[in-house]
């Protein structure tokens, strides 16, 4: 019961920090290029990265925090759901080049920083 309760806390405060931090870039940079979905998204493959590398090989964290740090806050901070809906948004208005860099660039730029943060986790 208690690692249900910890993974909703850590899912309650993923999602704040997405929310918080996709609003902020989103208001930095306006228009109808969703920045702050694709800031979320990248940044949140560069920390599951680290966090999954330091704990492959560093640190000894206990499955049940792992799973609280990985599923409950990394899974709330990025949001395919929205990434999709953005991205239909942008093909439904013709915005084709605005579509393929950002459907792209999140799956590109997320592959590489995920590598990145499992590389630099592991030599922590």
């Given at each position: 019961?208690?690692?249900?309760?910890?993974?909703?806390l850590?899912?309650?405060?993923?999602?704040?920090?997405?929310?918080?931090?996709?609003?902020?870039?989103?208001?930095?940079?306006?228009?109808?290029f969703?920045l702050?979905?694709?800031?979320?998204?990248?940044?949140?493959?560069?920390?599951?990265?680290?966090v999954?590398?330091?704990?492959?090989?560093?640190?000894?964290l206990?499955?049940d925090?792992?799973?609280?740090?990985?599923t409950?806050?990394?899974?709330a901070?990025?949001?395919?759901?929205?990434?999709?809906?953005?991205?239909?948004?942008?093909?439904?208005?013709g915005?084709?080049?605005a579509?393929?860099?950002?459907?792209?660039?999140?799956?590109?730029?997320?592959?590489?920083l995920?590598?990145?943060?499992?590389?630099?986790?592991?030599?922590?």
């Amino acid at each position: 019961m208690q690692k249900i309760v910890l993974l909703g806390l850590a899912g309650a405060l993923g999602s704040l920090a997405r929310y918080g931090l996709a609003g902020l870039v989103q208001r930095a940079a306006p228009g109808s290029f969703p920045l702050g979905t694709f800031i979320v998204n990248v940044l949140g493959c560069l920390a599951f990265g680290f966090v999954w590398g330091v704990c492959e090989n560093r640190i000894s964290l206990h499955p049940d925090l792992r799973v609280v740090l990985l599923t409950g806050f990394m899974g709330a901070f990025t949001t395919f759901s929205t990434f999709t809906f953005e991205s239909l948004g942008l093909m439904e208005t013709g915005q084709w080049l605005a579509f393929a860099l950002y459907a792209g660039g999140q799956l590109l730029l997320g592959l590489a920083l995920l590598w990145l943060g499992l590389g630099t986790g592991r030599l922590v």
